[in-house]
Each structure stands twice: as structure tokens, then as C-alpha cells.
């Protein structure tokens, strides 16, 4: 396998949501290893499906939070998640186009654990703050801390 791909503190983003969301994706990325090992071609199929499936859809659900939060660069950064479900439904493409799984899943889980091991630490450490500081002032905690 190429290198290890572990959750770590670095990659916290302090939101319990988003670092649940990021910790989902690893297990997959881990699940990539998995397969590849077994050389389980409908395995590797299940998991890349759901890999980029899941990923989009929580790139989707944080852009969310962003906007919420008036967050001043989502564009910026709806762009780099734009630019990553291109790539991800062109690894799915390539799938179905009959490419070799095993070459293909390892090609996969290379990119997309370093395209999000990088992505965390870099681009989404910056709307933390943002997203956070709404979350809190949101109407769940407004209505605990009138009542609690």
C-alpha cells in the first residue's frame, strides 16, 4: 500500500459533525485498503461508489454550514469541491468503463486520501471560526442555554 492514512488530532476541526463526516471518509479510504487486499473487485466497486458518493455529499452538507455562517471566501471554496467531484466522478467513470479495479482503487485511494488529508488541514481549517461562532449563536444553543 502506499502511505498510511490515519485520523489524527492535526486533522480536528474542533466541529463534532465535520470531524465525524471527515472520520467516515478515512474508514473508507481504509476500507479501499481492505479490498484491494482481497482483491474483492465488488468490494472495490461498494466502496469506491460509496467513497465518492459520501464525500460529495459532505462537501455539500459543510458548504451548507459555510453559508449559513456567511462564511466571506464559500465561493473560493465551493470551487475546490467542484473540482474534486469532477475528479471523483471521473475515478467513477473509469470504473464503469471496465479500467483494472485493483489499479484503479489504489489510484483512488492515493488521491482522494491525500487530496483530503491535504484539503482538511489547509482549506478547512479557515472556515472553522466562521461555522463555529454559528453554531453556537444558532437557535438549538440559544434554546438550551434559555432553558438549561
Same mark, same amino acid.
Given at each position: 500500500? $502506499?502511505?498510511?492514512?490515519?485520523?489524527?488530532? *492535526?486533522? !480536528?476541526?474542533? +466541529?463534532?459533525? @465535520?470531524? /465525524?463526516?471527515?472520520?467516515?471518509?478515512?474508514?473508507?479510504?481504509?476500507?479501499?485498503?481492505? $479490498?484491494?487486499?482481497?482483491?474483492?473487485?465488488? *468490494?472495490? !466497486?461498494?466502496? +469506491?461508489?460509496? @467513497?465518492? /458518493?459520501?464525500?460529495?455529499?459532505?462537501?455539500?452538507?459543510?458548504?451548507?454550514?459555510?453559508?449559513?455562517?456567511?462564511?466571506?471566501?464559500?465561493?473560493?471554496?465551493?470551487?475546490?469541491?467542484?473540482?474534486?467531484?469532477?475528479?471523483?466522478?471521473?475515478?467513477?467513470?473509469?470504473?464503469?468503463?471496465?479500467?483494472?479495479?485493483?489499479?484503479?482503487?489504489?489510484?483512488?485511494?492515493?488521491?482522494?486520501?491525500?487530496?483530503?488529508?491535504?484539503?482538511?488541514?489547509?482549506?478547512?481549517?479557515?472556515?472553522?471560526?466562521?461555522?463555529?461562532?454559528?453554531?453556537?449563536?444558532?437557535?438549538?444553543?440559544?434554546?438550551?442555554?434559555?432553558?438549561?
Amino acid at each position: 500500500m $502506499a502511505y498510511n492514512i490515519t485520523w489524527t488530532a *492535526e486533522f !480536528e476541526t474542533g +466541529i463534532a459533525i @465535520i470531524d /465525524d463526516q471527515h472520520k467516515h471518509i478515512f474508514d473508507y479510504l481504509n476500507e479501499i485498503d481492505r $479490498a484491494i487486499a482481497c482483491k474483492s473487485v465488488e *468490494e472495490i !466497486e461498494r466502496v +469506491i461508489k460509496a @467513497i465518492i /458518493d459520501y464525500s460529495i455529499s459532505h462537501n455539500t452538507f459543510e458548504e451548507s454550514l459555510m453559508e449559513k455562517a456567511g462564511y466571506p471566501l464559500l465561493e473560493a471554496h465551493h470551487q475546490v469541491h467542484e473540482r474534486f467531484k469532477e475528479r471523483a466522478h471521473a475515478y467513477g467513470a473509469r470504473f464503469e468503463k471496465g479500467e483494472d479495479p485493483i489499479r484503479l482503487a489504489r489510484e483512488v485511494r492515493g488521491d482522494i486520501g491525500l487530496w483530503l488529508t491535504n484539503h482538511i488541514k489547509r482549506d478547512d481549517k479557515h472556515y472553522v471560526s466562521d461555522v463555529k461562532r454559528s453554531l453556537e449563536g444558532g437557535f438549538v444553543a440559544r434554546m438550551l442555554a434559555k432553558f438549561f
